[in-house]
């Protein structure tokens, strides 16, 4: 009896041992949570994008780690389900127990993960072009706000060099993303002098195939004598029937230019780009820029994934921005705690990838240049306008009259994303 008691609490021993081993193991290393589509329509831009934070965390450890300890990729697919990003955010973050999340590509899947991410104070780093209007203290947003993409754009389109288009076609996949933003420009437009009988919107679903009636609808718009122009806010695969069908129709850039804002050199890799030479893209990097710091991130990509073929993007830049930003913030803060690398973001530089420098704004907005590039035979871009320097993001915009008056600033003694700034003000001087 003595001997089998004896046995027991050696088992016991031994089980608190393991126990005590796998808290330390798990002591030893900082977790990133990797939320990005891989199935489903949105998997053609987002696949890359979870490649792109292995190949940061592997040249991560490669270098050391992080405050000395390992860090591992946790990844999961939420396969283009908008509902489902939320539940693997709170699966990243409760059961995972992530330091970090690197994700979404919709605004309707950033939407969705939002109350998750603020409710349990997790960290999101955000790296694609969005439509402004929201600010949280739990997000950081690398890609470009409407005021870094869409009103330079249309700013471009508008002048002697953009082919001074008059009338504008704004086509959007079907969510917030591409609403916002039109009403954004709409309003903008407004402000021009465009008249609404010279704006034609249409939205369709995600994975819309069938563009045939849409194409002739844009060519019947822009036959009335009038420079016209289209702004594409058609986000995943439905870009790849919607080019063709503008070839098909023979649509060419210098009859009505085609500029995009979800479109870059991944999603250009699946098509025949002959009939699209011409036509434009807003961002705030191409794969084309010729600087020491792209060549260095182009190889290293090339060397990660092992296929040359391989393209690089503007959201890479931006997921690479964020993490590099999110390390010196961790480094600086000398810990992974959400509350002390928030405060540590701001302020933070890094080498963008097109020979500038990008800064981490109080508003949780970067800092970056804005390219406007055509598209090439190759499936590259080549810049034929961009802005002197860097923009600030904005994350609320001045062209809704609600939203101009708001501010974010999220240090002390504002810390706050929607504030009236004049009342705002009066209560802190």
């Not at 800064?359 to 949780?364: E, S, W």
Request: with cysteine; aromatic share 10%; hydrophobic share 40%.
């Amino acid at each position: 009896m003595k001997k089998k008691l004896l046995t027991f609490a050696a088992a016991g021993a031994l089980s608190l041992s393991m126990a005590m081993s796998g808290i330390a193991h798990a002591a030893d290393t900082i977790k990133v949570g990797v939320l990005h589509s891989l199935s489903g329509t949105m998997a053609i831009s987002e696949t890359t994008l979870k490649d792109t934070v292995l190949m940061m965390v592997d040249d991560l450890n490669k270098q050391g780690g992080l405050l000395g300890k390992k860090v591992e990729a946790v990844v999961v697919d939420p396969a283009s389900n908008w509902p489902l990003f939320a539940e693997k955010m709170r699966e990243l973050i409760t059961v995972n127990d992530v330091d970090v999340v690197f994700g979404c590509w919709t605004s309707v899947s950033r939407k969705s993960v939002l109350p998750v991410v603020e409710e349990l104070n997790g960290m999101l780093f955000y790296p694609v072009q969005y439509e402004g209007e929201e600010s949280s203290k739990n997000v950081f947003y690398t890609g470009a706000a409407p005021n870094q993409q869409a009103i330079p754009a249309v700013e471009y389109l508008m002048s002697e060099d953009g082919g001074e288009a008059k009338r504008w076609v704004l086509l959007g996949t079907d969510y917030v993303y591409p609403r916002t933003t039109n009403k954004i420009l709409r309003a903008f437009l407004h402000s021009k002098g465009v008249k609404d009988e010279d704006i034609m919107e249409n939205y369709t679903p995600f994975g819309h195939s069938d563009w045939q009636t849409i194409v002739a609808e844009v060519k019947k718009f822009a036959s009335a004598g009038k420079k016209t122009a289209v702004v594409s806010t058609i986000n995943g695969d439905a870009n790849v029937p919607f080019y063709k069908e503008l070839g098909n129709q023979g649509i060419k850039a210098e009859d009505i230019p085609v500029v995009a804002f979800s479109v870059g050199e991944e999603e250009l890799a699946g098509l025949d780009t002959a009939p699209l030479v011409g036509h434009l893209a807003a961002w705030n990097y191409f794969m084309s820029v010729d600087n020491p710091e792209n060549d260095a991130f182009i190889q290293k990509w090339h060397a990660f994934i092992k296929d040359e073929k391989r393209v690089s993007n503007d959201p890479m830049e931006a997921t690479y921005i964020g993490f590099k930003m999110w390390t010196q913030a961790v480094e600086q803060a000398g810990t992974t705690d959400v509350d002390a690398v928030r405060q540590a973001m701001y302020g933070q530089k890094v080498k963008n990838l097109t020979g500038g420098i990008a800064v981490m704004n109080t508003n949780h907005h970067l800092s970056k240049p804005v390219l406007i590039g055509e598209i090439q035979p190759d499936g590259q871009f080549e810049t034929v306008w961009e802005t002197d320097g860097v923009v600030k993001g904005d994350a609320w915009s001045d062209y809704i009259p609600e939203s101009a008056k708001l501010t974010a600033d999220w240090t002390y003694p504002w810390v706050c994303g929607n504030c009236k700034e004049p009342k705002f003000k009066a209560l802190i001087n």
